[in-house]
């Protein structure tokens, strides 16, 4: 078998090497919703309306996100996910990966989520349950369509999860859940600082690099993006994997295109627009 | 226009909803089926797939459509493999133990192990964006991606990749930190793609109107 740089039996175009030491840096704007309302707070409380998440959504996609992020922010208070219909919508348009979170439980959940649409359900109240659920979506669904979404608040020098949008105490310590849901299969994990959600002051590097030192799986950093300064301060500090912007976009801050030009200018890859 | 049609398989492995939504935004009448007679008459086949390679191939052979497979490739129609979809086309796939492929290319499919350009090791899964590259100047020439520019962006998510065993089999390579992946294989009608086209915009709904035009 022919072999070349590690993985697949062709030779590296040369024109190309500048490209290959790219570094890859996912932006996804995330998007609360309530009801059927694109929703926003501070801190995850205070929720505000911001407008039609589907609408939001298409815009995102068109101006260069990523992926998408979609949570039910009421859902696990409810125990159920009303976002079904928004997804089916959205994925009948927008043809950008989705995430969707929010008030799921079981494989059946996850089941009807992807059947809407969505490439990846991301779990939180339920996992810290019922960790096995990890390993059972992960089993029938695989570790790409897995994500473990941590909720943290520092208490006494540490880092705790917490659960239904950081009100819940969930026992454990944020970093070492982040590990062991990555051991039961989880393919990705997004961590948000509930303190600095909401708030656009940036986000919480020092967490990022606790839960990215230890996990070999990629990690979304959530909570606190302001400004690009915040964005290149993400990518350059740590090694993080993507980041998840809410209010900066939502209340027209930012745009998509001031956060490529930052990803660009620091020297990571940056999707090609139609 | 003609009309155009398309099968995709339905062995309950892969996330079809969102490639069936892709297809039908350009107007392609798409059947989802388990129905070998079906599948065999179609003018095209998609077999989508997501997940655990043994998991896959397992699942077609216990529905005898490894057979309906080969038989649909024999017809000389476009048949193309998304994802794990094209990774059971290999000859073998090493995921949670070795697993026997349908063998339409040689080659095995491996867990990923690469570096970062300053010597971590790539987060696995890979997951994002990356860009295409075809293997010479004229390889995509009167393929599926004869309408995709060379350079295109694509999303991928995967943990394993294709290490072919002839490299003209390759169509197309993406870079993963010092390294490359087998972005894309093809041989005559038989097209196989890494990358999700029903998720990367409009280079993937390039792609996906270059298949549907063969």
């Known amino acids: 078998m022919t072999r070349t740089a590690g993985c697949c039996g062709n030779a590296l175009i040369a024109s190309d090497v500048i490209a290959a030491m790219q570094r890859n840096f996912r932006l996804i704007p995330r998007l609360d919703v309530k009801m059927e309302w694109l929703i926003k707070g501070v801190q995850m409380e205070g929720w505000r309306k911001v407008g039609d998440p589907a609408a939001f959504a298409a815009d995102y996609a068109l101006a260069g996100a990523d992926e998408l992020l979609f949570m039910d922010v009421v859902a696990s208070l409810y125990e159920r996910n009303s976002l079904h219909e928004i997804i089916r919508k959205v994925a009948s348009s927008v043809f950008i990966p989705m995430t969707v979170g929010g008030g799921i439980r079981t494989v059946a959940d996850v089941s009807a989520m992807l059947a809407c649409g969505a490439d990846k359900v991301a779990i939180n109240t339920a996992a810290t349950r019922n960790p096995d659920l990890i390993t059972e979506i992960a089993n029938r669904f695989g570790s790409q369509a897995t994500v473990v979404s941590i909720e943290a608040v520092k208490h006494s020098g540490s880092w705790m999860a917490m659960t239904d949008n950081g009100r819940n105490h969930t026992g454990r310590d944020a970093v070492m859940w982040a590990k062991e849901a990555a051991e ?69 801050k930012l745009g998509m295109g001031d956060l490529r030009s930052t990803l660009a200018e620091t020297g990571c890859f940056v999707r090609k627009l139609g | 226009m003609t009309s155009k049609s398309c099968v995709i398989i339905d062995y309950g492995i892969g996330n079809v909803f969102s490639v069936t939504q892709a297809l039908a935004h350009l107007d392609v009448s798409v059947r989802l089926t388990s129905d070998r007679a079906a599948i065999k008459a ?101 393929t599926a991606f004869s309408g995709v520019a060379d350079g295109s962006d694509f999303y991928f998510v995967h943990s394993y990749a294709a290490m072919m065993s002839n490299p003209q089999d ?8 010092v390294g490359g992946i087998t972005a894309a294989i093809q041989r005559d009608n038989i097209t196989g793609v890494q990358f999700h086209p029903e998720r990367s915009a409009d280079a993937g709904l390039a792609f996906l109107s270059g298949f549907l035009a063969q």
């Not at chain 1, 990022?208 to 950093?221: D, E, I, N």
């Not at chain 2, 990774?87 to 070795?98: C, I, R, S, W, Y």
């Not at chain 2, 390759?170 to 930190?177: E, L, N, S, T």
């Open chain 1, 184 to 252: 039961r299969g989880a393919g990705e994990i997004i961590i948000t600082s509930v303190d600095r959600d909401g708030l656009g002051s940036g986000y919480e590097i020092e967490l990022v690099k606790l839960v990215a030192s230890q996990v070999r799986v990629p990690v979304v950093c959530g909570g606190g993006l302001g400004t690009t300064g915040h964005l290149k301060e993400l990518v350059t500090q740590t090694d993080a994997s993507a980041a998840s912007i809410a209010q900066a976009l939502h209340w027209k």
């Open chain 2, 170 to 177: 390759v169509a197309a390579v993406a870079h993963a930190g």
């Open chain 2, 42 to 142: 179609a003018d095209r086949v998609i077999l989508p797939g997501v997940g655990a390679f043994g998991r896959a191939v397992d699942t077609l052979r216990a529905m005898n459509l490894d057979e309906t497979i080969h038989s649909f490739i024999e017809t000389g129609r476009p048949f193309l493999g998304i994802c794990v979809g094209m990774q059971v086309m290999m000859e073998q796939g090493l995921e949670f133990g070795t697993h026997r492929g349908l063998g339409l290319f040689g080659g095995t499919v491996e867990r990923i192990d690469l570096n970062e350009a300053d010597g971590r090791p790539l987060r696995v899964p890979l997951i994002g964006w990356n860009s295409i590259h075809q293997t010479t100047p004229s390889r995509w020439q009167g």
